[in-house]
């Protein structure tokens, strides 16, 4: 209810704009699939575009699909949509007009204090964690992993209470996709809180104390800085490796795990899907993995993203259910009914193949198959229909406290399972 009032708000106020700027004319069209068949040809038709920026792929039956489009792509791709007998609607008219509305909203900043209702750029977020390592110097640590492809360092903080016993370790990254900002936002201000209101808040002073946990808030650096970079950038998903005449892996699908063994990554360097040249060729992939594998008694791990609303645990490269699902799936309904008790907001859950799609060379499907990570998932944020992942500044702390009540109750299964 407060998000769609939120939404006319915000609609009413753009209908007064004009739209010009590098991404004006750029739109998000839906399509659902109503039947396997449609799904499967679907599947088909975008397979044969692999230019084209899926910002939400074909699924499962009766699940929507959101392609993005430039007004060049934009009649050829409604009119093939339309010739297979599709009803493509309009999610997003002009991604230029969202693109004004939040942009006037960062020019109306910002005090000195870190504002937790704000998109901050990567200086912000390295100052953030400077900041709480000085003020909370005895429960954190600040550690460095690598430096990014454009010499960026990857800082994150970790949280460790004093104890007798070494306790299990939890890590949880945000940012490997550039745009999906409200990823590390959210991911930040459940860190936050876990720091200020431990000892003062039950709940999450027992949560805390259950494990050391890591926080990596950016974990791509030269994407996210690109994406601050200008409207015409605010869209970039990969890293900013150059394969050839275009930029970018999509970390999400190096790892090496089956590594682009499936049709979920791509081995065209233009594709948002890119695989990569190798296994682990980013740098900031390579760099995270040798770090978990430093991890001592890591037991829990999520890859934060947006959008879909999802909690999701292994495989993501076959629609094989993995030896642990019944436990990884239960954990994930903790959660998610943990958060849905917040404001009634609805994640689904279940394995990555079965509820997006098969991707193969995941962190999560890493975690877990190579090194024994249990309690490995991807989560798919806010939203599911209206902004993608342009999500408004207003709903970063909603989406913050919802998502924390959710780890309170999944670290809880993983702690006791
Ligand atoms: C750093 O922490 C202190 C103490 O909480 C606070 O007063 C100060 O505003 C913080 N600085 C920033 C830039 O957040
Ligand atoms: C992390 O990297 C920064 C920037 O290079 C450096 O100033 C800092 O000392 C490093 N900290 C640790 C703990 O390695
Ligand atoms: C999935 O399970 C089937 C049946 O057990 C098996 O034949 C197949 O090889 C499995 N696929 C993968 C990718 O593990
Ligand atoms: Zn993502």
């Not at 948002?272 to 008694?297: D, H, M, R």
């Not at 999520?302 to 959008?307: A, F, P, Q």
């Amino acid at each position: 209810m407060r998000r769609g009032l939120a939404c006319i708000a915000l609609l009413g106020l753009l209908a007064f704009v004009s739209t010009h700027g590098p991404l004006a004319g750029l739109s998000v069209v839906r399509v659902v699939p109503e039947t396997k068949l449609k799904l499967t040809l679907l599947q088909r038709l975008l397979a044969q575009r692999q230019s084209l920026d899926i910002w939400k792929e074909p699924a499962c039956v009766s699940c929507a699909v959101d392609i993005r489009l430039t007004p060049l792509e934009s009649d050829d791709v409604t009119s093939a949509l339309k010739e297979h007998g599709f009803k493509p609607t309009i999610l997003i008219d002009d991604v230029q007009l969202l693109l004004d509305y939040q942009r006037n909203q960062l020019f109306k900043r910002r005090s000195a204090e870190f504002d937790y209702g704000q998109y901050h750029t990567l200086d912000e977020i390295n100052d953030w964690i400077l900041n709480k390592t000085n003020v909370y110097k005895s429960l954190t640590l600040l550690f460095n992993i690598t430096k990014s492809y454009e010499g960026r360092m990857m800082t994150g903080l970790k949280i460790s209470t004093p104890s007798q016993f070494t306790k299990p370790a939890f890590f949880i990254m945000g940012g490997i996709h550039a745009r999906e900002w409200i990823s590390p936002a959210t991911a930040i201000y459940m860190f936050g809180q876990m720091l200020d209101r431990y000892k003062i808040d039950s709940d999450i002073t027992k949560m805390v104390d259950m494990f050391d946990w890591y926080l990596l808030p950016i974990t791509n650096p030269d994407g996210y800085a690109f994406t601050w970079t200008g409207d015409q950038n605010r869209l970039w998903r990969k890293t900013r490796s150059k394969h050839g005449l275009c930029y970018g892996v999509d970390p999400n699908r190096n790892w090496d795990i089956q590594w682009c063994e499936t049709e979920g990554a791509s081995k065209d360097p233009c594709s948002e899907t890119y695989c990569g040249p190798s296994a682990f060729s980013e740098v900031e992939v390579k760099g995270v993995a040798a770090f978990l594998q430093g991890i001592k008694g890591l037991k829990g791990f999520i890859d934060v993203h947006s959008y879909s609303q999802l909690w999701m645990s292994p495989w993501g490269y076959t629609r094989n259910l993995s030896k642990d699902f019944q436990q990884q799936d239960a954990a994930s309904a903790a959660a998610t009914d943990a958060l849905h008790k917040v404001y009634g907001t609805k994640y689904a859950h279940g394995s990555i193949a079965n509820t997006i799609y098969i991707a193969s060379g995941t962190s999560t499907d890493w975690a877990y198959g190579k090194i024994d990570v249990k309690y490995a998932f991807g989560v798919e944020l806010r939203d599911t229909e209206k902004y993608g992942c342009l999500l408004p500044e207003d709903q970063i702390i909603p989406s913050g406290i919802e998502t924390l009540q959710g780890l309170m109750a999944l670290a809880s299964y993983v702690k006791d399972n």
